[in-house]
């Protein structure tokens, strides 16, 4: 989930990233409001799917069933920078694009700032914005009137936790962030081997979701500028609570997806986990001796009776810019995501959470695996993700993501409060640094 692509890939200014987007083929007798090549009666449309979720091809075989006059063919692609890369040099390079592109939420800017992306507003129903929360629409809107992709899968974070160690210790599930602090100082207290969490310092996706949480936005867009707010109120608050915790020595500060995090799940170190709706996977895989023991909960709030949360994570379904068949791609597009049969199959094919809050319940009806003592999982995952935050991610996540690395990998291991809210402003000066030097025009 770390962010490696560079910012100079984009030097467009706003007004071009919002502008690019838009564009199509510009023969004149391609469609006018699609820029799609014309079509011959009874022609059958070839779509070609650029995706990495798991058994992808089986999905859109539902969809193909079901459409006979599109046919999808899904071409596996590694998640991450590398997808990224190979569809913006496919962009330069004027052919090679997919019509249909699964695209990261953070990677989104980037690629529209490329002008990878179509803008297919014109193309979806009334209805389909209607099927995501608020936070998760915004990702894929970039907080502008285009929309640049249909939200596919959902992150929203959670709180997951050692049931059976909160029992023995008669500790009740933290509702505010105050009460988690206290159950890590009690767990901690009773066996100081044993941590409620840890401040990990080599992934800035769940920092950035906790800043979303509690109402930061990294990015924002204001007329024909970028804006950076990386330092803000809500982060600094963030950075503090959780510096204030390492400095006390009641969480711990090992990375995450080490060999010494995954053996400290497994054998009862760590009793506790913000995270998000796929965590289950990684607790099967890494703590297997625990399965049984964990249940998950809504993270917790900043004040008491407040009901919302970030995201870790999450992907959408967009259309290219050089498609020919925009109007066939943003039909599959909003099919595959907001349809009761391909809301079903993403969910029990593909394995992934989907974004849609409307059909998620009928398609997630049992349990995962590791959870399957906890019968309302899924109950619990759906009423968190229609509280997402809005988080407008920029043109240069990357560079934020490893400004984090390295400014908090220093803050984490030096354990002073004081050096978090020093890593916080690194993050804002390297960011807003590196937009200004890339050409953006910067608020």
Known sequence: MRRTLRGSLVTLTLSALLLSACGGSSDSDADSQTGDAPRKPGEKVELNFWSWAPEMDKTVEVFNQAHPDIHVTVNKQDGGDPAVTKLLTAIKAGSGAPDVMQAEYQAIPTMVGAGALADIKGQLGDDVKGHFAEGTWNAVTLGTDAVYAVPQDAAPLMFYYRADVFEK?????????????EAARKINEDDPKKFLGTFSANDAGLF???????????WGIDGDAWSVAIDSEPSKKVAQY??????????????MYTPAWNAALNDGSQ?????A???????AGNAAD??????????????AGENVTGAWGGSATAVTSQSENKAAAA?????????????KALASISNVYP???????????EPPAFFKSQADFYDIAGSVAGTVNSFTYGPNTNVAYSAFNDAFGKAATAKKASSFAEALTTMQTQTLDDLKANGFNVK
């Open 169 to 181: 210790l008669g500790l009740e599930v933290p509702k505010t962030w105050d009460e988690y602090a």
């Open 208 to 218: 950035a979701g906790l800043t979303q949480q509690a109402g930061a936005s990294w």
């Open 242 to 255: 959780w510096g204030g915790l390492v400095e006390e020595g009641v969480i711990d500060n090992t990375p």
């Open 271 to 275: 009793v506790g986990w913000v995270s």
């Open 277 to 283: 709706v796929w965590a289950p996977g990684v607790l």
């Open 290 to 303: 625990t399965e049984g023991k964990w249940k998950v909960a809504p993270i917790p709030q900043w004040s």
């Open 331 to 343: 039909e599959f597009a909003t099919w595959l995501n907001t349809s009761p049969e391909g809301v």
């Open 355 to 365: 974004a849609d809050t409307v059909n998620s319940g009928a398609a997630l009806t």
